[in-house]
C-alpha cells in the first residue's frame, strides 16, 4: 500500500542524506530496500501514480546501489510513462544520464522537470498539484543549478560550447534572483562564469575572472553552503586568484581548502606548483636568464627611449617611460618598449610570463 511506499520512500531518503556512511554499508542498505521493493507485486496497484511511484523507488535506490546500473534508467523511464509529472523521477533519470554522460539527454530531462514544475503540475513526488512557492523554491533552485552544470557539457561544435557555455551562467543567475542567501546557487555561479572565462576572448577574459571572484565570495558569506561545496569553493577561489595572478591569495585559499579537508592533496599540491613555479620567476629574473652584462647591454641598446619622457614612437600620445617608473596601479599615457629575453609558463595559471628588460636593462617579469 501508499504507507509503505512512503516509509520506504523515508529509508531511501535517510540513505541519502547520510554521506557519511560507510560506502558498502550504504550499498547493502540499498540492495536490501531494492529487494522489498521488488517483493511488491505491481498488479496489485491499480492506480497509475501509485504504480509509478514504485518504479520511481526502485530506480532511485539503484541508483545509491550503482549509479550507472542501466536498470535505473529502465525503473525511471516507466515511473515518467506512469506519469509524467513524478518531477523526482526525471530529476533522478538526469543524474543517471549525467553519471553515464550522457549530457544532453540529462539536460533534457532536467528541462522537463523544471517544465512540470513551472506549469504547476506538482511538486516532488507527490500527485496532487503542489501551488505553494515556497514549498516549490528548493526543488526549482536545485532544478537550476542543476542545468547549469549540465549544460556546460553539451555541444558538439566549438560554437555550440560556447553558446551552453554563456547559457549556463544564466541558469545559474536565475537560481540566485529565487534566494540571495543561498550559498549553493552563488558557488555554481562562480563555476558558470569561470567556464566563461576559458570561451571568452583574451581582451576581455579579465572581467570573467572578476565575476567568477565575486561570487564565490557571496558563496562563501552566506549561512547555506554545502560542506561539500564549501570545501571546492576555496579551492575554486584559489585557482581564480592564480589565473589572476594574485598569488598572495591564492596561497591563502589553497591553505583554507586544506584545512577543512586536512587529507585532501590537491590544494597542498597545486600550492607546491605554484610556489615553485614562483621561485623559477624569481630565479630567471635575479639571475636575468643567464645572460652576460656585455649582450644584456647591446639588447637594452637597441631600444628607443634612451632618454625618458621622449614622444613614443609606438604612439604619439604617450610618452616613453622607463618600467621601474610605473605605479602599482592603471599607468595612463605611459608606453615601455621591451625585449623578451626569456619566458616560463605558469603551470598554475593560464598564462606565459616573460622576462623581459626595457631601455636602461632593468630585468622583471611580464605577462
Known amino acids: 500500500n501508499m504507507s509503505a511506499l512512503d516509509d520506504i520512500e523515508a529509508q531511501i531518503a535517510s540513505l541519502f542524506k547520510n554521506t557519511s556512511a560507510n560506502p558498502d554499508a550504504q550499498r547493502d542498505a540499498a540492495q536490501k530496500i531494492y529487494s522489498t521493493l521488488s517483493g511488491i507485486p505491481e ?45 523526482d523521477a526525471w530529476e533522478t533519470l538526469a543524474e543517471y544520464y549525467y553519471a553515464v554522460h550522457e549530457f544532453d539527454k540529462a539536460f533534457s530531462s532536467l528541462q522537463s522537470a ?71 546557487s552563488w558557488y555554481v555561479l562562480g563555476n558558470a562564469q569561470l567556464a566563461v572565462f576559458f570561451i571568452t576572448p583574451s581582451f576581455s577574459r579579465i572581467s570573467e575572472l572578476q565575476k567568477a571572484l565575486a561570487a564565490y565570495s557571496k558563496a562563501g558569506a552566506c549561512a547555506v553552503l554545502s560542506s561539500e561545496n564549501k570545501l571546492d569553493l576555496h579551492y575554486n577561489k584559489a585557482m581564480v586568484h592564480s589565473f589572476m595572478q594574485q598569488y598572495s591569495e591564492a596561497l591563502e585559499a589553497f591553505q583554507a581548502a586544506s584545512a577543512l579537508q586536512p587529507g585532501w592533496k590537491d590544494p597542498i599540491t597545486s600550492a607546491n606548483v605554484l610556489k615553485e613555479t614562483l621561485r623559477k620567476i624569481h630565479s630567471m629574473i635575479e639571475k636575468k636568464c643567464g645572460i652576460k652584462p656585455k649582450t644584456l647591454n647591446s639588447i637594452s641598446g637597441r631600444l628607443p627611449g634612451q632618454q625618458s619622457g621622449l614622444p613614443s614612437p609606438l604612439n604619439t600620445s604617450s610618452t616613453l617611460s622607463p618600467f621601474k617608473s610605473l605605479k602599482d596601479a592603471p599607468n595612463p599615457g605611459c608606453s615601455f618598449p621591451l625585449t623578451v629575453v626569456g619566458f616560463t609558463a605558469l603551470s598554475a595559471a593560464v598564462t606565459v610570463v616573460l622576462a623581459r628588460v626595457d631601455y636602461l636593462g632593468y630585468c622583471g617579469a611580464v605577462s
Open 114 to 184: 523544471l517544465s512540470h514544475l513551472q506549469a504547476g503540475s506538482g511538486a516532488s513526488n507527490k500527485e496532487t498539484t503542489v501551488t505553494d512557492n515556497d514549498s516549490l523554491l528548493p526543488i526549482k533552485k536545485a532544478l537550476l543549478r542543476k542545468l547549469s552544470m549540465t549544460q556546460r557539457k553539451t555541444g558538439t561544435s566549438a560554437e555550440e560550447q560556447k553558446k551552453n557555455t554563456e547559457e549556463s551562467a544564466k541558469h545559474a543567475r536565475d537560481a540566485v534572483a529565487l534566494d540571495l542567501n543561498d550559498g549553493d
Open 43 to 87: 498488479d496489485t496497484i491499480s492506480q497509475a501514480p501509485k504504480r509509478a511511484k514504485l518504479s520511481y523507488l526502485k530506480g532511485k535506490v539503484s541508483s545509491l546501489a550503482n549509479p550507472t546500473d542501466p536498470k535505473i534508467e529502465q525503473h525511471l523511464s516507466k515511473a515518467i510513462k506512469l506519469n509524467p509529472k513524478l518531477i
